[in-house]
């Protein structure tokens, strides 16, 4: 018992040992617990600390950051503005009063008042749109409003092309004080003023010219005079801004007329700008509340306030406003060449006329100009400066961008001095040629017989035309090229400018002109020949009164400013027309068909070239026109004739050529030397070089047709002057010998021989003599010269000699009873007409002035009369 209590009690104390270790353990794992809780929780609580100080240092952080980026983005953003609004306010529109200068835009553009007040140094304008956008009210403070009115209405103007823009004003308080700085505008029609009592008028006024923009110039193809223009790139109408400066309370009838304009002008270019009257906020308007300082506002920037700029100084208006008026006193600047030009070239045909835009009319609608049956020709007048060779241009590039050469074919004359038609032709630094053009002809003042031949070549070419309508059994062009379509029937325009030039006179190359003139305006129309005279002189629009039957052809009339006599004696719209404009009036001058059209600016060399080159690329398989240039000497070696020229061809009847004729085909003058009495040629005169060109290009040209040694020459020269070409002469031609006065014996004898022989020279013989007036020897060379003109021919010896008169050669033929049949042909000089008799046909003598580098050419066998003739310059 005493064990087992003890073994148990041993028990007890080893659970309760046991126990005790493991309440110590749990105690002391409580402890740890504890402990790491403890730290733990100091851990946490420094970590929360810390991180409280992380998020706050990141916060700070970032809101700095965040203003940094917003004061960086604002900076941009006010950059931005700035940039934004330099461009929608260009020049004028924009800068400070201190550097204002005029500067036309071609489109409008916003307008400065002030600068938005922003929390940021950088400037930004405040703009408002007043053209082709709105309308704008100013309210607040009178006086400084009136500052603002004037800056709108300086900028407006400073941005519109001179003339595009028409200010109204209506100051009934200052009975126009209000705008008396911009007075200057008013004698040139840009500002008008509306007295007390006028606004009904004006207000009713501007309504009309809405409803007529809507009726006639939009006509529903357009919602506004802003869409047409840029559309177009042309604007029909001027802005007209009306400057309401306080009218107190308006009558219904105003209000509604007010009402109607705020509503629909500003589509067709009608403005308001509005002071002291009571207008209702609605969509286009612009409200500026005028405050001094920084307490103004404009409705677009809403709350933003606006520091409004202060007036433009005084001497800057009178400046611009003096240079605006002198501006639209000298006329709208043209429109360019390329308003004219078709979107596709040479698509249209021209057999039932020719058609073109010649420019724009009022309306900005273009004004086409017709040439065919009616009206089939022209007159156009201005005088100079006013736009005469512009106009020409203009219509011509204009007609030739629609129609191939096929269907068009022009013929150019100019008769006062100038080059205005020889773009057209191939020159040195531009080889390039307008393709249609056949004929050029400039500088021809002198050279009436060029226009002559001209009507010659067109009256040819009515004859061929018409015979060919006759075989068709057809009445008019359309008809012929109906039935012959693979036949060449293009309408043909011949312009001659200063055509009075070829009237002048009453000689025969007037009355033929005159003769041929009404036949080609009476018939040319049915067969696509037209005329188109242009003069700068009244006398070009006299020279054809008295002749009715030629003036009635020419319907359609073209009158520049200030043109006279070429409309109706009761129409004076010419009068007043400003630069580059024209009217255009087909019913021969009659008031009703006035057409005014405003002219593009066709002179351009650069523009128009751009143009010909594209046409001239082109161009079908065909030579250059002929140029024909009357300052010019002309050289043989350009002669297509001598370039035919070639030996054998004529050895029998050799050909002598003598200069250019004054034709339009290029040809030379030529004279045949046959086997037959009197083959021998004179030149007369006293002008040795033209003389000693004369005979050097007969000489030449006569070698050319010969192989070597198959012709003899020899000159024979008695005037010391002539010795050089002489000389220069015989080194062009082979097997020739060269006498002078000392030895000329030896040659008239041996010459003398020849002529009287019995039977012909084995080859031709050609004494080419200078100054034959001057031979030596007394009767006997005279005798012996006598015989070799009237001899030589029939045995191939032909003489080329040169006397200085006429009267002198008269002498070397026998005198005065003498015959002159020795001379077949001659070349005068500065001989006059009167004292060519002796050698002319029938009891007349031919009518020849003398001029410079000109000669008269008559061939006895082939000439029923003479020709003039432009001598082939020097060797």
């Known amino acids: 018992m005493s064990e087992s209590n003890t073994q148990h009690v041993m028990d007890i104390r080893a659970g309760l040992s046991h126990a005790l270790g493991v309440a110590e353990d749990a105690l002391a794992s409580a402890r740890a617990a504890y402990e790491a809780a403890v730290a733990r929780r100091e851990r946490v609580v420094q970590a929360a600390v810390e991180r409280r100080q992380n998020v706050a240092e990141a916060r700070d952080q970032r809101l700095l950051e965040i203003d940094e980026q917003s004061k960086a983005d604002l900076a941009a953003y006010a950059e931005a503005t700035a940039r934004a609004a330099d461009r929608a306010a260009p020049g004028a529109a924009g800068d400070s009063w201190a550097v204002w200068e005029l500067s036309p835009q071609e489109t409008a553009t916003e307008l400065r008042v002030g600068r938005l007040l922003l929390p940021h140094p950088e400037e930004v304008p405040a703009l408002v749109p007043l053209l082709d956008h709105g309308h704008v009210v100013v309210r607040g403070d009178q006086a400084f409003g009136d500052e603002v009115v004037a800056g709108l209405l300086l900028r407006a103007l400073g941005t519109a092309p001179p003339g595009s823009l028409h200010l109204i004003g209506y100051d009934p308080e200052h009975l126009g004080g209000g705008l008396a700085r911009f007075a200057t505008l008013a004698p040139a029609g840009v500002l008008k003023f509306a007295g007390p009592g006028e606004l009904p008028a004006l207000l009713d006024d501007l309504v009309d010219h809405v409803r007529r923009i809507n009726e006639t110039v939009l006509a529903g193809e357009y919602t506004s005079v802003r869409e047409l223009a840029a559309a177009t790139h042309r604007r029909p109408e001027p802005w007209r801004v009306a400057v309401l400066l306080g009218a107190g309370e308006l009558s219904r009838a105003e209000q509604t007329q007010l009402q109607r304009l705020l509503r629909t002008g500003a589509a067709a270019g009608v ?82 006329g020719l058609s073109a835009p010649l420019g724009d009319g009022p309306q900005g609608t273009p004004v086409k100009v017709t040439l065919s049956d009616y009206p089939p020709h022209a007159l156009i007048a201005g005088p100079s400066g006013t736009g005469k060779t512009n106009l020409i241009y203009a219509w011509m590039g204009a007609l030739a961008a629609r129609y191939s050469p096929a269907e068009l074919a022009f013929y150019l004359l100019d008769f006062k001095e100038g080059v205005s038609f020889a773009r057209f032709a191939p020159g040195r630094r531009d080889p390039s040629w307008l393709p249609h053009v056949k004929l050029v002809g400039v500088n021809v003042n002198t050279d009436r017989e060029f226009g002559l031949a001209l009507l010659r070549f067109l009256g040819a070419e009515l004859r061929r035309r018409a015979d060919a309508a006759k075989r068709h059994e057809v009445t008019n062009l359309a008809e012929l090229r109906a039935e012959d379509p693979q036949g060449s029937w293009p309408r043909v325009v011949a312009v001659v400018d200063e055509f009075q030039v070829l009237l002048s006179g009453r000689d025969a190359v007037a009355t033929e002109a005159v003769d041929l003139l009404e036949d080609l305006a009476r018939r040319g129309r049915s067969q696509g020949i037209h005329l188109i005279l242009a003069s700068q002189d009244v006398s070009g629009i006299e020279a054809l009164w008295g002749r009715p039957a030629l003036v009635a052809q020419f319907s359609l009339r073209i009158a520049l400013p200030r043109a006279r006599r070429i409309l109706a004696e009761t129409n004076g719209a010419a009068d007043s027309l400003p630069r580059y404009h024209a009217v255009v009036n087909a019913d021969s001058g009659a008031v009703e068909a006035n057409r005014v059209v405003r002219v593009p600016s066709a002179g351009d060399r650069d523009r128009w070239n751009a143009l010909q080159h594209q046409l001239w690329r082109m161009r079908p398989d065909d030579h250059g026109p002929r140029l024909f240039d009357g300052d010019v000497i002309p050289s043989l070696s350009d002669s297509p004739d001598f370039e ?17 004729t004054i034709d339009v085909t290029a040809r030379s003058a030529r004279t045949v030397l046959r086997r037959a009495p009197g083959r021998n040629l004179a030149v007369l005169g006293t002008r040795t070089e033209e003389a000693c060109a004369i005979l050097a290009t007969a000489g030449v040209s006569l070698a ?48 003398a021989s020849e002529a009287s022989a019995s039977w012909p020279a084995d080859r031709p013989h050609f004494l080419l003599i200078y100054a034959a007036d001057a031979l030596p020897g007394g009767k006997g060379a005279a005798d012996q010269l006598r015989t070799i003109l009237r001899q030589g021919p029939e045995r191939r010896i032909h003489v080329l000699g040169w006397w200085r008169g006429a009267g002198l050669l008269r002498d070397a033929l026998g005198g005065h009873a003498s015959r002159t049949d020795p001379i077949g042909a001659w070349v005068a000089l500065d001989v006059h007409g009167s004292e060519l008799a002796p050698y002319y046909p029938g009891a007349g003598a031919p009518v020849w002035y003398p001029r410079a580098w000109r000669a008269l050419h008559f061939d006895r066998s082939v000439h029923r009369g003479a020709e003039v003739i432009i001598p082939y310059g020097q060797l």
């Open 271 to 352: 403005h308001l700008l509005v002071q002291g009257m009571r207008v209702e906020p609605a969509p286009g308007i612009e409200f500026i509340t005028a405050q001094r300082g920084d307490h103004g506002h404009i409705s677009s920037a809403g709350a933003l306030p606006v520091r409004l700029d202060g007036g433009p100084p005084q001497a800057v208006v009178a400046a611009a406003c003096r240079r605006i008026a002198e501006a639209v006193a000298a006329g709208p600047a043209p429109v360019a060449l390329d308003s004219l030009l078709p979107q596709e070239l040479w698509t249209e045909s021209s057999a039932a």
């Open 644 to 660: 035919r020229l070639v030996p054998g061809d004529a050895a029998s009847a050799p050909m002598v050529l003598l200069g250019e």
């Open 704 to 751: 050319r047709q010969f192989p070597p040694e198959g012709a003899r020459f020899s000159i024979l020269c008695l005037d010391q002057d002539a010795r050089p070409a002489a000389e220069a002469l015989r080194a062009e031609l082979p097997d020739c010998g060269l006498f002078s006065a000392e030895n000329a014996d030896w040659l008239l004898e041996d010459a």
